[in-house]
């Protein structure tokens, strides 16, 4: 069984920063995107930034040029460096792992965390 576990969250005041971390663990053999997303009361979850296996990455307009997502793929680990930070960045940080090939199944599948509340105040 594949998990994804959090860490890294915490309060914060605007403008300083903070790293998240997400480590999968399970019989990986391989995992097409490692994402973050996130969640307010009342409100969809959101993509906020995406990295696929050959490194590209993909950012929500809304956290382009403070956040920076990476991968330590041997970890099979993904990082969130979230810098300048905002109030409405407040909210449930979730990481989720998909195209997942895990040992004792033959398709792809994703997974999510349980996430890490992010709170910026002012």
């Known amino acids: 069984q594949v998990q994804l576990v959090e860490s890294g969250g915490g309060l914060v005041q605007a403008g300083g920063s903070l790293r998240l971390s997400c480590a999968a663990s399970?019989?990986?053999?391989?995992?097409?995107?490692m994402a973050w997303y996130r969640q307010v009361p009342g409100k969809q979850r959101e993509l906020v930034a995406a990295?696929?296996?050959?490194?590209?990455?993909n950012y929500a307009d809304s956290v382009m040029g403070r956040f920076t997502i990476s991968k330590d793929s041997a970890k099979n680990t993904v990082y969130l460096q979230m810098n300048s930070l905002k109030p409405e960045d407040t909210a449930l940080y979730y990481c989720?792992?998909?195209?997942?090939?895990?040992?004792?199944?033959?398709?792809?599948?994703?997974?999510w965390g349980r996430g890490t509340q992010v709170t910026v105040s002012l």
């Open positions: 989720n792992a998909a195209g997942v090939l895990s040992g004792g199944y033959s398709s792809l599948r994703a997974y």
């Open positions: 399970g019989n990986i053999l391989s995992i097409n995107v």
């Open positions: 990295i696929i296996s050959g490194g590209s990455t």
